[in-house]
């Protein structure tokens, strides 16, 4: 019987306004939208570790992010 030990998830996420637009209106968008991604892992209880980030001129946010893959045990990945 074949059984998952442990098992983790590496994405890279860009958070970015879609039409282009780079007014402070839209970076402030841009930020909002990341940082509530951020309090929506923590609420669920996911365990993650971000990376990398950086944030371009036009105000999008590229973020490097390992997470827990759904309720699987993550072993020692995060050490």
Known sequence: MKRIK????IQ???????DGVTTEYAKNLIKQEYE???MQLDKSGAKYKILS???KE???????IKKQ?????????FD
């Open 6 to 9: 442990s098992a983790c998830i």
């Open 58 to 64: 036009n105000g999008s946010i590229v973020v490097e």
């Open 36 to 38: 509530k991604y951020k």
């Open 53 to 55: 980030e950086t944030q």
């Open 12 to 18: 890279t996420l860009c958070f970015s306004n879609h």
């Open 69 to 77: 893959y759904n309720t699987s045990p993550i072993g020692d990945y």
